[in-house]
């Protein structure tokens, strides 16, 4: 662990934090580093740096016409960013459409499956809490 004053967040300069040795590491995650992977009809590319395991993040290509089986979400919190095209969720019953900035919440418990029945290619970004342990634990 490394012992530093803060003066710029108001810490006296007598007085120290402690900054866990996690917080001291960067690492860049590029896109083109990030191969895909398929997962049923889907293609998908984990962008969470390696060293990092609070939550994942990950594209989904939903190809037109493709569907994710409904299942019971087993993370705390899974979050969709809607990036290209409109996809079709069904979450405990409920349909609703996802489009580009669109974001949805679902959490732990419920269940959820989604499908694209548009006219073209669509596009994910999702976020999981906690993360996947890849790439056998994928579950998009």
Known sequence: MTRTADPVHGVAQDAWIVAPDSLLAMELKRYADAAPFIFGDFELRELT??????????EIVV????????RVSEKDHRMYLGLVGDIEFKIDGETLRLGPGDVLHIDKGE???FHNGGYQEGKLLLIRVPGPALPGGAQP
């Open 49 to 58: 740096p390696d060293t990092y395991s609070g939550s994942s993040f990950a």
């Open 63 to 70: 190809p037109i016409g493709a569907d994710r089986t409904p």
């Open 111 to 113: 269940e959820y499956g």
